[in-house]
């Protein structure tokens, strides 16, 4: 995501994605290994601030990594207790991902915050190529993905409301996402989405406004290009407990044969 949002902007785009359950998210995943062939190593893809590589360093068994291509985001993450900066990679993605082939493998690659609307499909399909390189033989990979109905559903009659709430720094302000009409392309299933932050300083309150650009995925689009790549896959989200601790999500797990 190159963009000011994710940059400039990085501690507010943190507090404004915080709104999330990331213990019970990774409990969840964490509950999908046995005691036979548990997960050692643990990949964050699209890591932003972190968090669930935070709550991963919770467990001493966990050798944990992350990847994004933000300093800023990077920075936070470290900031707010990411213990070896080492092992947080900067880089786009698919291709940085390559830069951990020669430095390790893992039992569980985390792909969360819907990070496949950043890439193109033919990104998505080198990513879930290049993570093959990656994984143990027990591995998996994570994948969230937007509910299309519930995005049609935002989409066609978008909630326009500003939420209030604090950086790690304590700095209050105030962000409507979506802050008006979402444009839809009909060819590249794309939503630009206005997205509007109202930052009050000493004298006066700031109206920054982004677009956040969104590609949307159907599940089968994955399954399809995972099967290509001789995954097996299971959508995890049909169980009710899942549901909860991802709400309005789809998560996919995909698994070496």
């Known amino acids: ?42 990949l964050e893809l699209f890591a932003g601030q972190a968090v669930h590589s935070l709550e991963a360093q919770e467990n001493q068994d966990l050798d944990v990594w992350a990847l994004d291509s933000s300093r800023e985001m990077k920075q936070l993450a470290i900031k707010n207790g990411f213990k070896n900066p080492n092992q947080y990679i900067l880089g786009n993605l698919p ?44 591995g998996k990979i994570f994948i969230e993905m937007h509910d299309v109905a519930y995005i049609m559903e935002y989409i066609t009659d978008p909630q326009i409301h500003f939420t209030e709430t604090q950086t790690t720094e304590g700095e209050s302000f105030k962000y409507a996402w979506p802050s008006g009409k979402i444009k839809w392309d009909n060819y590249s ?23 956040s650009i969104e590609r949307i995925y159907s599940v089968d689009e994955v399954r399809f290009m995972a099967g290509l790549l001789d995954y097996n896959c299971r959508i995890l989200t049909e169980d009710p407990l899942w549901q909860i601790n991802f709400a309005g999500e789809i998560i996919l797990e995909l698994s070496l044969k």
């Open 189 to 211: 299933y794309t939503a630009k989405v206005p997205v509007q932050f109202l930052i009050p300083t000493s004298k006066r309150t700031d109206t920054i406004e982004f677009t």
């Open 95 to 138: 291709e940085s991902i390559l830069k951990l082939s020669e430095k390790t493998k893992f039992d569980c690659i985390t792909c969360l915050y819907n990070g496949l609307s950043n890439l193109t499909t033919r990104e998505v399909y080198e990513l879930l190529s290049n993570s093959q390189q990656l994984l143990n033989t027990h």
């Open 1 to 42: 995501m190159n963009n000011r949002l994710y940059r400039e902007f990085a501690p507010y785009y943190a507090a404004a994605s915080g709104d999330r359950d990331f213990k019970n998210q990774l409990a969840s995943i964490l509950s999908t290994y046995t005691p036979e062939s548990p997960c050692n190593s643990f």
